[in-house]
C-alpha cells in the first residue's frame, strides 16, 4: 500500500512538473481568444487620443504580454465651466472641452426644487394624494406640491377567518 501511494505521489508530481513547464511560448500560442486584460489591468489607459498599454493574461499558454489597447471615445478628459445656474424656475447648463482632444460637448443641468417652509394644505391618505404649500425662499413665490398617497399598510388578523387589516385607515381585506 505505502508503495502505491509512493508511486501515484511521483506520477501527480511529474504530472504537475510537466504542466508547468509544458506551457507554450509565444511563438506556438499565437494567443488565439486566450489573451485577455481587465480595466484594472491597464498599465497606461487609453484616452480619446491615445492608445493605452495594458498586461495581458493567456490563459492557455499562462503567459503574461503587454497589450497594445486602442483608442476609446468614451475615455475624455472634460473639464467643465458652469454658463447658466440651475434655479428653481428654470434648468442651468454648463459646457465642457477635452483637455486631450478639444472635443466641445454642452449639457444641461436639471432644475433644482423648490425649498422653504411648507404647510401641508391637504393631508395623503392610503389611496388619495394630498398637498403642500412651499414658500419658496429662492424665486418668493408659493408653489403647490403634490404628496403621493400612502399606501395601505396591511398586518393579519386572524378572528376565524384569515383577514387583513390596515393600520392606518382600519380598511380591512380577506386574504
Same mark, same amino acid.
Given at each position: *500500500?505505502?508503495? *502505491? $501511494?509512493?508511486?501515484?505521489?511521483?506520477?501527480?508530481?511529474?504530472?504537475?512538473?510537466?504542466? /508547468?513547464?509544458?506551457?507554450? !511560448? %509565444?511563438?506556438?500560442?499565437? #494567443?488565439?481568444? +486566450?489573451?485577455?486584460?481587465?480595466?484594472?489591468?491597464?498599465? /497606461?489607459?487609453?484616452? &480619446? =487620443?491615445?492608445? +493605452?498599454?495594458?498586461?495581458?493574461?493567456?490563459?492557455?499558454?499562462? =503567459?503574461?504580454?503587454? $497589450?497594445? $489597447?486602442? $483608442?476609446?471615445? !468614451?475615455? #475624455?478628459?472634460?473639464?467643465?465651466?458652469?454658463?447658466?445656474?440651475? =434655479?428653481?424656475?428654470?434648468?442651468?447648463?454648463?459646457?465642457?472641452?477635452?483637455?486631450?482632444?478639444?472635443?466641445?460637448?454642452?449639457?444641461? /443641468?436639471?432644475?433644482?426644487?423648490?425649498?422653504?417652509?411648507?404647510?401641508? /394644505?391637504?393631508?395623503?391618505?392610503?389611496?388619495?394624494? +394630498?398637498?403642500?404649500?412651499? !414658500? &419658496?425662499?429662492?424665486? #418668493?413665490?408659493?408653489?403647490?406640491?403634490?404628496?403621493?398617497?400612502?399606501? #395601505?399598510?396591511?398586518?393579519?388578523?386572524? =378572528?376565524?377567518? %384569515?383577514?387583513?387589516?390596515?393600520?392606518?385607515?382600519?380598511?380591512?381585506?380577506?386574504?
Amino acid at each position: *500500500m505505502k508503495n *502505491m $501511494v509512493k508511486l501515484f505521489g511521483t506520477i501527480a508530481l511529474v504530472a504537475v512538473i510537466g504542466f /508547468i513547464t509544458a506551457g507554450c !511560448d %509565444w511563438d506556438e500560442c499565437n #494567443h488565439p481568444d +486566450g489573451l485577455t486584460y481587465w480595466e484594472n489591468d491597464f498599465i /497606461i489607459a487609453p484616452t &480619446c =487620443s491615445t492608445t +493605452g498599454l495594458a498586461k495581458g493574461y493567456c490563459w492557455r499558454c499562462e =503567459s503574461y504580454e503587454n $497589450v497594445s $489597447v486602442p $483608442v476609446t471615445q !468614451d475615455r #475624455h478628459n472634460i473639464v467643465w465651466t458652469t454658463t447658466a445656474q440651475a =434655479s428653481c424656475i428654470s434648468n442651468g447648463s454648463k459646457e465642457g472641452t477635452c483637455s486631450l482632444c478639444n472635443k466641445h460637448e454642452t449639457e444641461s /443641468i436639471n432644475k433644482l426644487p423648490h425649498y422653504g417652509p411648507s404647510n401641508i /394644505i391637504k393631508e395623503p391618505t392610503c389611496l388619495l394624494p +394630498g398637498q403642500r404649500e412651499v !414658500d &419658496c425662499t429662492s424665486c #418668493h413665490q408659493k408653489q403647490t406640491e403634490i404628496i403621493s398617497a400612502l399606501g #395601505h399598510s396591511w398586518r393579519t388578523v386572524n =378572528s376565524g377567518i %384569515w383577514k387583513r387589516q390596515c393600520s392606518r385607515c382600519n380598511e380591512y381585506s380577506l386574504i
